[in-house]
């Protein structure tokens, strides 16, 4: 039994500080006007949910004290360097799903976080908390990048960014986007597809409007939701161009 003790004092130990370094990028994205982390730092929640949601943990978490009775701002009272230490015992074990659905939806919302399921290189700040995601199984790496796995899904799920089948939104709509151009990229009027080439045309996306609005033209696919129009726009845009100016005639 004593390997086994020992492992799992080393998984919990590494799980503590994944816990850890994913609180510092949570109050370091909350934390006013690029401080350093230090004591004494105040934080100021918008009136937005996932603000709101950092705010109610960060307060579990004992790392903050009210600041001027205002509900939306508080002070932080210990250095973000000092949080191995306050995160050394197992006090928070069971925030841990907490936390880790927080890192991702704030992540999320300043536009760092990769939400498919592919390859992906984590921002520079947050390669920290990644490895320590790595060592515990959350996340993958190889040569090639970083992968999450299926352990991170109930995070992602609250977050509204996979599916319950653990698949990616974001990939899902590409998919569908991907799909809807292509049908109807196929079909298109001469007259509209001369003048999204025409370089003297700008606003090319527009010239789809009339197209765009007529169901006729969009695949008669009942498992394909309402794609989002600009999208569709966009990418039927790149096929015809690329078709156009390709040396092999329709590669695209």
């Known amino acids: 039994m004593k390997p086994v003790t020992g492992a799992s004092s080393v998984y919990a130990k590494e799980k503590r500080q994944a816990i850890s370094e994913m609180a510092v990028r949570i109050v370091m994205r909350v934390a006013i006007g690029g401080s350093d982390g230090q004591s004494g730092t105040i934080i100021s929640i918008l009136p937005a949910s996932v603000f709101e949601h950092a705010l109610h943990l960060i307060d579990r978490l004992n790392l903050v004290k009210l600041e001027e009775e205002n509900r939306f701002t508080r002070q932080l009272k210990i250095s973000v360097e000092n949080f191995t230490q306050h995160f ?16 991702v939806e704030i992540a999320d919302h300043f536009g760092d976080l990769c939400e498919k399921r592919s390859l992906f290189w984590p921002v520079e700040q947050d390669r920290t908390a990644i490895q320590k995601l790595c060592n515990i199984g959350y996340v993958e790496q190889s040569e090639a990048g970083y992968l999450w796995t299926d352990l991170c899904g109930p995070a992602f799920i609250m977050a509204g960014i996979w599916t319950s089948d653990l698949v990616s939104i974001v990939e899902i709509r590409e998919a569908y986007t991907e799909k809807c151009a292509r049908y109807i990229e ?27 609005e007529d169901e006729k033209n969009w695949p008669d696919d009942p498992t394909i939701p309402a794609a989002l129009e600009s999208d569709v726009a966009k990418r039927i845009v790149e096929i015809v161009l690329r078709k156009k100016f390709s040396n092999f005639g329709g590669a695209d």
């Open 186 to 212: 196929q079909n298109l009027d001469k007259k509209v597809r001369a003048e999204i080439c025409d370089p003297t045309r700008s606003w090319k996306t527009i010239l789809l409007f009339n197209t765009l």
């Open 88 to 103: 050394a015992t197992d006090q928070y074990d069971q925030l841990f799903d907490e936390v880790l659905y927080c890192f």
